[in-house]
């Protein structure tokens, strides 16, 4: 089977929660033209299932193709990205631009977000992506999820000790083939062609 691990669309910022809860944004205006862009790139698929984590802004990018397929949208925990519980979202662009610490300890290959293990975090990426595999022998599943949930099931895959090293664009694609004797293998990397203009 296949399994294409979306990133979620641009989000808004949101700098602190209301009530000090888990920051929990929507999308940007240009994250919803990106995501908009995504029925007609994965036309070409055969779609046999749609999840996503629990996350407004991945549940949001999922729409667009939700409505389209006419599918039934799955919510899966264990995609959910590793700052879920944060009272902040600042998107990555951003903490880049400012030279937010956050951004250097990325770039260093460590999770930001106090209290999070990273070994633990792959670990529930990893097992909830089984899951979804394990599901839908000989379909393809589409994934709405997290650029930090992309490293960890890719990194898994290919070997990678970081938790993470290398950046999905907002609204990519990446690929990875599932066999049903446990074998994985990645197809494709944060594939962008369909959202370039807006990136």
Not at 40 to 51: N, S
Not at 74 to 95: K, N, Q
Not at 144 to 163: D, K, M
Not at 182 to 199: A, C, I, M, P
Request: with cysteine; net charge negative.
């Amino acid at each position: 089977m296949e399994l294409v691990l979306v990133r979620h669309a641009l989000p808004v910022r949101i700098d602190v929660a209301p009530g000090g809860g888990p920051a929990d944004p929507g999308l940007a205006e240009r994250g919803v033209e990106q995501a908009a862009r995504l029925p007609e790139a994965l036309r070409a698929y055969d779609v046999t299932a749609v999840y996503s984590s629990p996350a407004r802004r991945a549940l949001e990018t999922a729409a667009p193709l939700v409505e389209a397929l006419s599918a039934r949208l799955r919510i899966e925990p264990g995609i959910t990205e590793f700052d879920a519980d944060d009272p902040s979202y600042v998107p990555v662009e951003e903490l880049k631009a400012s030279g937010d610490p956050r951004w250097e300890r990325l770039v260093r290959g460590d999770l930001y977000t106090a209290g999070v293990d990273p070994v633990a975090f792959r670990a529930r990426v990893v097992e909830g992506v089984q899951r979804i595999a394990a599901a839908h022998p000989g379909g393809r599943a589409v994934l709405f999820t997290h650029s930090g949930a992309i490293n960890a099931y890719a990194g898994h895959v290919l070997g990678q000790e970081r938790p993470i090293w290398f950046a999905p664009d907002y609204c990519s694609i990446t690929r990875i083939a599932a066999a049903r004797n446990g074998r994985r293998g990645v197809v494709s990397l944060n594939e962008t062609g369909h959202v370039r203009d807006l990136l």
